[in-house]
């Protein structure tokens, strides 16, 4: 019985591990599926090119983060080299201005302060050659957020001039935009929720990059990417309400 409760435990464990980790195949598979609803009724939409670059980008992505995770041993080596070098100088340093019973005290404190300009300089450059590794992951993650955030407002910029006053052409002028495939309310309202599901699709993936990497900037890089696409979502939503008011059609 004893055992059945530590397996059941154990079970539970991994149950929470799995639950509270985002899994790049189920987004994958949202993703895909999404693809496939776009290409049904807006087969020559940019939509349709923009969730195959979200699609592209989930393929890949649980490679690269492993990439970018993954322990960098030249970086390590470099560190390790620098830390022996650096100890090696600095028992260099009080071997050449060791004691001597003739020292007078101006040399004391020189050599004092010679040893604590040492201990400084070794300090800057351990902390900047240790911290080198995690830079170049933060800026790799940083570089692949700012790839979604051009895709969200390419994404915003699609359904920048699908406005549902626009959908009877009353009052039209020569140069308004056209809706061109969408015709009634209700391909307005799918158009309109396929955008905010990509905005939403995009959040996902970005935070991808930072679940396994506790990084304060790469953590607000993607903080600023979900507070932008959840902005253009309520920009969206706002549309689908009027629509939904006006009463067009049904969706």
């Given at each position: ?29 949202t ?66 201005n ?10 004391f ?38 790839k ?70 790469a ?33």
């Amino acid at each position: 019985m004893g055992k059945n409760a530590r397996m059941d435990d154990n079970n539970m464990l991994d149950f929470d591990t799995i639950m509270n980790k985002l899994d790049p195949l189920e987004i994958q598979k949202t993703c895909k599926n999404l693809y496939y609803r776009i290409e049904e009724r807006f087969p020559k939409s940019c939509l349709l090119n923009i969730c195959n670059d979200l699609l592209v980008i989930l393929l890949t992505i649980d490679k690269r983060v492993k990439q970018i995770q993954k322990p960098q041993i030249f970086y390590r080596f470099l560190a390790s080299l620098f830390i022996v070098c650096s100890i090696v100088a600095f028992i260099g340093l009080f071997v050449s201005n060791k004691l001597r019973t003739d020292m007078s005290i101006a040399d004391f404190f020189q050599m004092i302060d010679s040893g604590l300009n040492t201990v400084l300089l070794i300090a800057v450059g351990f902390i900047s050659i240790v911290t080198l590794e995690r830079r170049k992951k933060r800026f790799k993650i940083i570089k692949a957020i700012n790839k979604l955030r051009s895709l969200a407002h390419i994404i915003d910029s699609a359904q920048l001039t699908k406005d549902p006053h626009r959908l009877n052409k009353v009052n039209s002028t020569e140069h308004s935009p056209t809706h061109e495939f969408i015709t009634s309310s209700f391909l307005l309202n799918r158009y309109l929720d396929y955008c905010s599901e990509m905005l939403s699709l995009i959040s996902k993936i970005g935070f991808l990059y930072v679940q396994n990497f506790e990084d304060p900037d790469a953590n607000d890089a993607m903080n600023d990417l979900e507070s932008l696409c959840n902005g253009l979502e309520r920009k969206i939503w706002q549309k689908i309400i009027i629509t939904n008011s006006e009463k067009h059609g049904t969706n």
